[in-house]
């Protein structure tokens, strides 16, 4: 009996695939200023939140660091080993992490003359974002530093980077890297992740429960697997970017007379998912047809206002756009919530 795969928002890991990347040659990620490849996005959060103890910005964990809604409860477990997390603004914040959803840019203009009157540190939450942009300017690169998670763009399984134009918060990084680093936890996070990710469905308990321990511990994997490495360099060159562009806009033409997808940008952007955004009722009915034809998804919330400091959330569900997909699966994609509706 034919099994049909589940269409999940990211692609899924193969050996095969693994195995053509163990051949290709990787190279390093062009990003202006200085860039620091690191395990997970976690990862390069330890070292920038480490940096700012030094520089007094967080003097203790009861120092405030502003977050959005709906970010992973592991990540905010990252933050409070060294501050406060907190989902409202007030004086005493002194660090926004500033996440653009699902690789639509934060409304920046707004969001820096804000930090830049009030003072507030701003680390840019890049992780569904490899290359987009917001007036032009590259995303990543407005912050003291930005954190990168790769793996939700291509199926590395890990794989982060650190952003930063400060040379001083790089060469502090770089160096204790190193002394962070433990390969037997980077070991346990690619072993257990991979498990759980090629059986996604179906992994056994074992395998998922090591999984979200390792996730509790995953800023000491600091270092870029070899392989995750390649298979990023590979995807690249694959131009994978620019099928996630083609998908999302094969999207964008095929609604054009609805108003699923309407505030976001149209061009500078290579999405994680896209967000599309209904009454909740119709998001129900979508969200189960496309289950039943082994397309997962889910209803979320995504900001609409693209403004840490004056958010406004509304239901959604995702679609996938990954670079596994062609054009007939987002035909048939389309099609299935054309006619949930």
């Not at 939450?125 to 003291?144: I, M, N, P, Q, S």
């Not at 759980?196 to 270092?223: P, T």
């Amino acid at each position: 009996m034919l099994t049909i795969l589940m269409v999940y928002e990211v692609e899924i890991p193969n050996t095969l695939n693994l195995i053509r990347s163990l051949l290709y040659r990787s190279f390093s990620f062009s990003f202006p200023g200085y860039f620091l490849s690191t395990a997970t996005g976690r990862a390069a959060t330890f070292l920038i939140l480490d940096y700012l103890k030094t520089k007094k910005i967080i003097i203790d964990k009861n120092e405030l660091i502003l977050i959005p809604r709906w970010l992973c409860i592991s990540f905010i477990q990252l933050l409070r080993k060294h501050c406060s997390p907190v989902l409202n603004v007030s004086s005493s914040v002194k660090i926004a992490i500033v996440f653009h959803q699902y690789g639509f840019p934060q409304n920046m203009d707004e969001v820096m003359d804000y930090c830049d009157r009030k003072k507030i540190t701003v680390i840019e939450d890049c992780a569904h974002v490899f290359e987009g942009y917001y007036g032009g300017k590259r995303l990543g690169t407005f912050g003291l530093a930005s954190i990168f998670s790769f793996s939700k763009l291509f199926p590395s399984v890990w794989g982060g980077g650190l952003w930063t134009q400060n040379k001083e918060l790089y060469e502090y990084s770089r160096k204790n890297q190193g002394l962070i680093h433990s390969k037997w936890i980077s070991v346990l996070l690619h072993m257990a992740n991979y498990k759980v990710i090629i059986n996604r469905k179906n992994a056994r308990a074992f395998w998922k429960n090591l999984n979200e321990m390792a996730y509790g511990c995953a800023e000491y994997a600091q270092k870029m697997n070899f392989l995750s490495a390649k298979i990023i360099s590979r995807e690249l060159a694959k131009n994978a970017l620019e099928k996630r562009r083609e998908n999302y806009e094969f999207l964008l033409n095929y609604f054009k007379n609805t108003e699923y997808f309407n505030g976001l940008e149209k061009k500078g952007v290579s999405p994680y998912v896209v967000p599309l955004i209904a009454k909740e009722a119709i998001l129900h009915k979508m969200r189960d047809a496309l289950i039943r034809k082994n397309v997962y998804t889910d209803i979320y919330n995504f900001d609409i206002n693209r403004n840490l400091f004056n958010p406004l959330y509304k239901k959604c569900i995702w679609i996938p756009v990954h670079q596994g997909l062609n054009i007939e699966k987002m035909t048939e994609i389309s099609e299935i919530i054309e006619i949930a509706t």
